[in-house]
């Protein structure tokens, strides 16, 4: 299976994952700490992958979405965006919102 076909079965089989460096209970730079937090406080379950373990995930997961940086965020099979634009979406509200719509429930919404 090539890393592309890997990543997109993470991606279609998880309702939420979050590509990162670390782990949800030990995030490893700044930015995926922040989306952890957010995803935490937001109350949602998620799956966490640490691109820190393979070279060729990290870079895969660049190319797979032709997005640059790390972490990246998806909700049912949907690139949602980096820890700029997940904590303007959760400023706004708009996160919760994405979450609701998709029929994942939230700490707020349980």
Do not use: H
């Not at 592309?4 to 782990?23: A, P, R």
């Not at 930015?31 to 799956?47: A, E, N, R, T």
């Not at 966490?48 to 099979?77: A, H, M, S």
């Not at 509200?93 to 998709?102: D, M, Y």
């Amino acid at each position: 299976m090539s890393i592309q076909d890997w990543i997109k079965s993470e991606v279609d089989s998880n309702d939420v994952v979050l590509f990162m460096k670390g782990t949800p209970n030990f995030p490893q730079c700044g930015f995926s700490g922040q989306v952890v937090q957010i995803l935490d406080y937001v109350g949602v379950p998620y799956k966490g992958i640490n691109v820190l373990e393979d070279d060729e995930l990290r870079n895969g997961i660049k190319e797979f979405t032709n997005w640059p940086t790390i972490p990246q965020l998806y909700i049912k099979g949907e690139f949602v965006g980096g820890c700029d634009i997940i904590r303007e979406m959760f400023q706004n509200q708009e996160l919760q919102a994405a979450f609701s719509e998709k029929g994942i429930e939230t700490k707020q919404t349980a």
